[in-house]
């Protein structure tokens, strides 16, 4: 069974930092890009960044507090946020595709998402 399990969020004070976690298993992960994505309520989904063993993307308004990294040891991707911005608040989720990609409909499988929530 694929299971990508979302780990890390919480409350932080604007400013502060934080550090979720993708937990990959039931699939051969070396082969797979991992994306992360947001969705605040009423808007639409957000791309944030991916990583495979040949590329790393990040969305342009992301790259600069935003950092992804993977332990292919441990199945896990990370993703370090610095510097957040009430803003930021929103559902995190992680997925796994083929290709590494921004868009959401790339992804063959998802997380259930971790809350971060950032107040002013």
């Known amino acids: 069974e694929v299971q990508l399990v979302e780990s890390g969020g919480g409350l932080v004070q604007a400013g502060g930092s934080l550090r979720l976690s993708c937990a990959a298993s039931?699939?051969?992960?070396?082969?797979?890009?991992i994306g992360w994505f947001r969705q605040a309520p009423g808007k639409e989904r957000e791309g944030i960044s991916c990583?495979?063993?040949?590329?790393?993307f990040y969305a342009y308004t992301m790259k600069a507090r935003f950092t992804v990294s993977r332990d292919n040891a441990k199945n896990t991707v990370y993703l370090q946020m610095n510097s957040l911005k009430p803003e930021d608040t929103a559902t995190y989720y992680c997925a796994a595709g083929l290709d590494c990609a921004l868009r959401g409909h790339e992804y063959d499988y998802w997380g259930q998402g971790t809350q971060v929530t950032v107040s002013s």
């Open positions: 990583i495979s063993d040949r590329n790393t």
């Open positions: 039931g699939f051969t992960f070396d082969d797979y890009a």
